[in-house]
């Protein structure tokens, strides 16, 4: 692969909309053209996926209402992120949870096969319960990877380095 150009992205933090290069790659081989976003990006999202995650978890798990999130994650420099944003991106997580979970599941247990998952985190019913599960085993994770808070990057950028994972956000 060689470098074959580039474009340049929005990424919009809370305080700050950031303009970064996207770098193209040329393959010879098979004579196709890639680019590659870094983790915390998705393709056409321009918010990065720290924040995203920040919001989910607000609203799943702290029942943070969707004028009082809109107004968290706004700032001056940013404007107002509306709730039907906030509310599609609650619906993604909603949706793949479950995949993300078992594929996280399957994961941490090639790494350490004498785990017992079910016991590391808490048990939720109702309708969100794979969601619950999904974030506590992201956090056990966490901890277990012993990453300075600071400068974590989140579990859903985390899931986004697997080419194998299914549909990040």
């Not at 790659?25 to 983790?39: A, E, G, I, N, Q």
């Not at 479950?98 to 939720?124: C, I, K, M, S, Y």
């Not at 994770?141 to 990453?147: D, E, F, G, K, N």
Request: hydrophobic content about 40%; aromatic content about 12%; some cysteine.
């Amino acid at each position: 692969m060689r470098k074959h150009g580039a474009h340049h992205r929005s990424a919009v933090t809370r305080r700050r909309i950031y303009r970064i290069p996207i770098y193209r790659w040329f393959c010879p081989r098979c004579k196709h053209t890639c680019s590659v976003l870094p983790d915390f990006l998705r393709p056409y999202a321009r918010f990065v996926t720290l924040l995203r995650e920040v919001v989910v978890r607000r609203r799943l798990q702290r029942g943070r209402s969707w004028r009082d999130l809109t107004w968290e994650i706004s700032s001056p420099a940013v404007s107002v992120v509306s709730e039907r944003t906030l509310r599609r991106w609650v619906r993604t997580v909603r949706s793949i949870a479950g995949n993300w979970g078992q594929f996280l599941t399957a994961w941490l247990l090639e790494q350490r096969p004498a785990v017992d998952v079910f016991t590391l985190v808490p048990r939720h019913e109702g309708p969100d319960a794979t969601f619950h599960f999904l974030l506590a085993l992201g956090d056990w994770l966490r901890r277990q990877m012993s990453v300075d808070p600071a400068r974590h990057r989140g579990l859903f950028a985390f899931l986004n380095g697997f080419c194998e994972a299914p549909a990040p956000l």
